[in-house]
């Protein structure tokens, strides 16, 4: 029993880091679930601190990610209807595979400084911001997803 939960929570840690890049899997999350399953085996024991932390993180992270193209999309120089077209094509995006999720919130933004009547280029700026955004979601993902990775490697060795 003890080698299947390693073996799922290496899974579950690394479909998360995957997940941190495609995102129709629940990435951080399911490597936070990785670090549970471990956790629940007799050989590994994760201090109450550890594991408060990293859930706080997780959720941090979690909520980051949607938030983050939003403010980019603002720090660019977006309008109000430029974010919530941001966060419209976010969750539209979110139906149409990963392309829209990608494409989804810089699109979104985009179309929404367009029907507020800015000019072209300061609505593509906007949609840069959005997509900036997006991608420091990534990049914060994968740092957590890494470092619960690396965790995991250590208490296993």
Known sequence: ???????????????????????????????????????????????TQFLIFWA????IVQLLDYYVPIWGTKKFGGSKRGIWGCAIGM????????WGIILGPFVGAIAGELSSGKQTQAAIKAGFGSFMGFILGIVSKLIVGGFLLYYAIGAVA
């Open 56 to 59: 706080a993180m997780v959720i």
């Open 91 to 98: 969750v539209v995006g979110i139906f149409l595979g990963p």
């Open 1 to 47: 029993m003890e080698t299947l939960l390693i073996i799922l929570a290496f899974i579950c840690i690394v479909v998360g880091i995957i997940g941190s890049i495609l995102p129709v899997l629940p990435g951080v999350p399911l490597s936070y679930i990785g670090i549970l399953l471990l956790h629940f085996t007799d050989k590994i024991q994760f201090s």
